[in-house]
């Protein structure tokens, strides 16, 4: 019965259009030209980056506070990350717990006596994502959805660490969105991809801009420059 | 608070200007986002050309909407989300709903949507008894507090903060007993956290649907979006067929214009890409998917020949800018869409017949144009909403009948300008130091602010005699 009423609603959907504007060519090579055509002005439409190297816009970005409750550090190699979470946690006074995302590359570091199992469900924790990409135009870092990637673990701790490889920071988003094209064409999208551009904010009462709504209140980008 | 309607305008108006504080409370939201959107403009000196893109983009994907929506369907289907169709609002909450009782759903959590109030969602899922979770920090206030919104960004914008002290203390849980706002964030932050993650389905609308994906997109500065979406075992998408473009790369420029129109933000933190359900193996997500696509009225706006209305991407920068909305605020149109673009909406999802009266809640300065991201021409479409509503008589008799005898008037000039002395002469009559505080048939600029004492003559009088003496002098 829903289904027959769903169908018959998508009939008057498309009988409505087509009676509105019954002269529109539906030749897909005309579409997708003209469609490419308003792409191509993305170069005169889009704020100028704060360098011309991508990880330094980006570190540029943050470093002059524009992307809300962010900080970020370039560290050489990977080894050195468990140096950089123990000084994080220093900074905020935590304790050395830390829910890691399940990935090799970061399971297989020296923690250094920090405790990688932890609940996020429970408030006040710090996590680890690696991220799939930079993006310098918004300061942002990139997540897919994945076995090993849940998403919750980018909205439920208090606090949150981002590792980006610096090769893998691009300078706008269009440069992002052609890569997600690329993957939607060949069938292999994510659940989800995640475009993080700072802290979990509100300024819904009274205007005044708090930290922390119901994600992040910290947010804490390290760039490993070798990667 | 109860919702007032449409067809009360002039009443909910007057209400509204009776509120001693509402300007205040208003101005202290509109300004500071006026001033910001104007800062940010002011730093991306691309801004006009994203503006002329950002329109290309809507436009083109409104001219071939059939074929966008035909491939949206076909790619979504493709990443097994399942795909529903709803001509009217009733059909979309009726399509929800049940969804909500083939899962036995006993909770369901909402991430802000201006399309699920517009199909009256929230009504629905509580007259159904499922537990409806509204996530949005000013939604899970005005939902606390019974209030509709009154701002499509800022739907709590008019409680001030001593009205969310007593709304916590009231409803959490585990309330703050301090008035720090942090404190009362954080009390909602402990209230909502449980139910995030205990809700049977997540409900969101979207900003963005991508046809070469059939993904719904989500933007938020909160995260509540993707804390609603990913626990439970259920996503329902509502969105209006009008929130498709292309692809992710034709969202790029809207999202460039949409946050700094909206906020002053150059970008909000959180942008999410939904591609239907978990995939196997995956770490979290819900397991079943569903988006409902909704007309309701705007397949008509096609036809009426008022689809540049189509490439609204709701930043509610026209109302933040617009003298009317910053003295009545949101609550007085009666409407889920408040604003210039409100008075534009309103009468295609409800009627024209009902919601005529807020087509003239407008002083046609053009500030909603000027500051529209995609170049929407609302006093056009106002203007055009007033000529059919008054060739259909929706308007009030005392309105046809002034607009007649000014019409008359205006055709005979010598009886013109005897009228307008004649009123020159009445008007300085009831006026006392320079100002008039009440005088027959001005009540409604009387009752709120003093009318200024006109001139002692008319425009022609001082033109006719300012030729004169200029060719007495010649």
């Given at each position: 019965?829903?289904?027959?009423?769903?169908?018959?609603?998508?009939?008057?959907?498309?009988?409505?259009?087509?009676?509105?504007?019954?002269?529109?060519?539906?030749?897909?090579?005309?579409?997708?030209?003209?469609?490419?055509?308003?792409?191509?002005?993305?170069?005169?439409?889009?704020?100028?980056?704060?360098?011309?190297?991508?990880?330094?816009?980006?570190?540029?970005?943050?470093?002059?506070?524009?992307?809300?409750?962010?900080?970020?550090?370039?560290?050489?190699?990977?080894?050195?990350?468990?140096?950089?979470?123990?000084?994080?946690?220093?900074?905020?006074?935590?304790?050395?717990?830390?829910?890691?995302q399940e990935i090799e590359r970061l399971k297989a570091l020296n923690w250094q006596g920090i405790t990688t199992e932890v609940d996020i469900k429970n408030d006040n924790t710090v996590g680890l994502c690696w991220a799939e990409y930079g993006i310098a135009e918004t300061g942002t870092f990139v997540v897919h959805s994945g076995p090993d990637m849940p998403i919750l673990l980018n909205f439920l701790p208090l606090?949150?660490?981002?590792?980006?490889?610096?090769?893998?920071?691009?300078?706008?988003?269009?440069?992002?969105?052609?890569?997600?094209?690329?993957?939607?064409?060949?069938?292999?999208?994510?659940?989800?991809?995640?475009?993080?551009?700072?802290?979990?904010?509100?300024?819904?009462?009274?205007?005044?801009?708090?930290?922390?709504?119901?994600?992040?209140?910290?947010?804490?980008?390290?760039?490993?420059?070798?990667? | 608070?109860?919702?007032?309607?449409?067809?009360?305008?002039?009443?909910?108006?007057?209400?509204?200007?009776?509120?001693?504080?509402?300007?205040?409370?208003?101005?202290?939201?509109?300004?500071?986002?006026?001033?910001?959107?104007?800062?940010?403009?002011?730093?991306?000196?691309?801004?006009?050309?994203?503006?002329?893109?950002?329109?290309?983009?809507?436009?083109?994907?409104?001219?071939?909407?059939?074929?966008?929506?035909?491939?949206?369907?076909?790619?979504?289907?493709?990443?097994?989300?399942?795909?529903?169709?709803?001509?009217?609002?009733?059909?979309?909450?009726?399509?929800?709903?049940?969804?909500?009782?083939?899962?036995?759903?006993?909770?369901?959590?909402?991430?802000?949507?201006?399309?699920?109030?517009?199909?009256?969602?929230?009504?629905?899922?509580?007259?159904?008894?499922?537990?409806?979770?509204?996530?949005?920090?000013?939604?899970?206030?005005?939902?606390?507090?019974?209030?509709?919104?009154?701002?499509?960004?800022?739907?709590?914008?008019?409680?001030?903060?001593?009205?969310?002290?007593?709304?916590?203390?009231e409803y959490h849980k585990d309330p703050t007993y301090s008035e720090e706002i942090i404190d009362l964030v954080r009390s909602a932050r402990r209230d909502l956290r449980t139910k995030f993650l205990t809700a049977d389905i997540g409900i969101s609308g979207s900003n963005f649907l991508l046809a070469d994906s059939g993904s719904s997109c989500t933007v938020t500065n909160e995260g509540n979006a993707e804390l609603?979406?990913?626990?439970?075992?259920?996503?329902?998408?509502?969105?209006?067929?009008?929130?498709?473009?292309?692809?992710?790369?034709?969202?790029?420029?809207?999202?460039?214009?949409?946050?700094?129109?909206?906020?002053?933000?150059?970008?909000?933190?959180?942008?999410?890409?939904?591609?239907?359900?978990?995939?196997?193996?995956?770490?979290?997500?819900?397991?079943?998917?569903?988006?409902?696509?909704?007309?309701?009225?705007?397949?008509?706006?096609?036809?009426?020949?008022?689809?540049?209305?189509?490439?609204?991407?709701?930043?509610?920068?026209?109302?933040?800018?617009?003298?009317?909305?910053?003295?009545?605020?949101?609550?007085?149109?009666?409407?889920?869409?408040?604003?210039?673009?409100?008075?534009?909406?309103?009468?295609?999802?409800?009627?024209?017949?009902?919601?005529?009266?807020?087509?003239?809640?407008?002083?046609?300065?053009?500030?909603?144009?000027?500051?529209?991201?995609?170049?929407?021409?609302?006093?056009?479409?106002?203007?055009?909403?007033?000529?059919?509503?008054?060739?259909?008589?929706?308007?009030?008799?005392?309105?046809?009948?002034?607009?007649?005898?000014?019409?008359?008037?205006?055709?005979?000039?010598?009886?013109?300008?005897?009228?307008?002395?004649?009123?020159?002469?009445?008007?300085?009559?009831?006026?006392?130091?320079?100002?008039?505080?009440?005088?027959?048939?001005?009540?409604?600029?009387?009752?709120?602010?003093?009318?200024?004492?006109?001139?002692?003559?008319?425009?022609?009088?001082?033109?006719?005699?300012?030729?004169?003496?200029?060719?007495?002098?010649?």
């Amino acid at each position: 019965m829903n289904k027959q009423k769903s169908e018959m609603s998508r009939a008057n959907i498309f009988s409505a259009i087509k009676a509105a504007a019954p002269t529109t060519s539906m030749d897909v090579n005309t579409i997708q030209n003209e469609a490419l055509e308003i792409l191509g002005e993305s170069e005169f439409a889009r704020p100028a980056l704060l360098a011309e190297d991508a990880a330094e816009a980006l570190t540029l970005r943050i470093e002059a506070g524009l992307v809300i409750g962010t900080s970020c550090e370039k560290i050489a190699s990977l080894d050195q990350l468990p140096d950089s979470v123990n000084q994080f946690l220093a900074k905020y006074a935590l304790p050395a717990e830390l829910k890691v995302q399940e990935i090799e590359r970061l399971k297989a570091l020296n923690w250094q006596g920090i405790t990688t199992e932890v609940d996020i469900k429970n408030d006040n924790t710090v996590g680890l994502c690696w991220a799939e990409y930079g993006i310098a135009e918004t300061g942002t870092f990139v997540v897919h959805s994945g076995p090993d990637m849940p998403i919750l673990l980018n909205f439920l701790p208090l606090y949150l660490l981002a590792v980006i490889p610096k090769s893998k920071i691009l300078p706008y988003m269009d440069d992002y969105a052609l890569i997600a094209g690329e993957i939607a064409r060949k069938g292999g999208t994510p659940r989800n991809m995640c475009l993080i551009s700072g802290v979990s904010g509100t300024t819904d009462i009274e205007g005044v801009l708090i930290q922390g709504a119901h994600g992040p209140e910290v947010l804490h980008i390290v760039i490993i420059e070798d990667q | 608070m109860q919702a007032n309607k449409p067809e009360n305008f002039y009443q909910n108006v007057k209400d509204a200007l009776a509120q001693p504080d509402l300007k205040m409370i208003i101005r202290r939201t509109t300004d500071k986002a006026e001033a910001k959107r104007a800062e940010a403009i002011a730093n991306f000196p691309g801004f006009e050309n994203a503006r002329k893109q950002g329109q290309k983009v809507k436009d083109h994907t409104i001219k071939y909407m059939d074929h966008y929506l035909a491939e949206f369907e076909k790619n979504a289907l493709a990443q097994g989300t399942i795909i529903h169709w709803a001509s009217t609002a009733e059909e979309a909450s009726k399509i929800v709903l049940d969804i909500c009782r083939q899962h036995e759903a006993k909770k369901v959590t909402r991430s802000k949507s201006m399309l699920g109030e517009e199909i009256g969602l929230s009504h629905a899922l509580d007259n159904s008894g499922i537990e409806r979770v509204e996530t949005d920090l000013a939604e899970h206030i005005i939902q606390l507090a019974g209030d509709p919104p009154s701002h499509i960004v800022w739907p709590a914008m008019h409680r001030s903060r001593e009205d969310v002290i007593k709304l916590f203390r009231e409803y959490h849980k585990d309330p703050t007993y301090s008035e720090e706002i942090i404190d009362l964030v954080r009390s909602a932050r402990r209230d909502l956290r449980t139910k995030f993650l205990t809700a049977d389905i997540g409900i969101s609308g979207s900003n963005f649907l991508l046809a070469d994906s059939g993904s719904s997109c989500t933007v938020t500065n909160e995260g509540n979006a993707e804390l609603t979406i990913t626990p439970p075992k259920v996503h329902i998408v509502t969105a209006g067929i009008e929130k498709l473009v292309p692809s992710m790369a034709h969202a790029v420029p809207l999202l460039r214009l949409l946050t700094r129109s909206a906020t002053g933000g150059e970008i909000t933190q959180y942008i999410t890409f939904h591609n239907g359900p978990k995939r196997q193996n995956d770490a979290d997500g819900p397991e079943e998917c569903h988006i409902v696509l909704v007309d309701n009225g705007r397949t008509k706006m096609l036809a009426d020949g008022m689809e540049e209305m189509l490439r609204c991407i709701r930043c509610g920068a026209c109302m933040n800018h617009c003298v009317v909305y910053k003295h009545i605020g949101g609550h007085a149109y009666g409407s889920v869409y408040p604003g210039p673009m409100g008075s534009v909406l309103t009468p295609h999802l409800n009627s024209l017949e009902v919601a005529n009266k807020q087509t003239h809640a407008c002083t046609l300065n053009g500030r909603c144009e000027e500051v529209c991201p995609v170049n929407i021409p609302l006093p056009k479409l106002l203007r055009s909403l007033r000529a059919q509503s008054w060739d259909k008589k929706y308007e009030p008799l005392t309105n046809r009948f002034v607009v007649k005898a000014f019409a008359a008037l205006a055709k005979r000039p010598k009886l013109f300008q005897l009228v307008s002395s004649c009123g020159v002469i009445f008007m300085r009559l009831c006026s006392r130091q320079g100002w008039i505080k009440s005088m027959p048939l001005a009540g409604g600029w009387t009752r709120n602010r003093d009318l200024i004492e006109p001139e002692s003559k008319t425009f022609m009088q001082q033109y006719k005699a300012m030729k004169k003496a200029k060719s007495d002098g010649a």
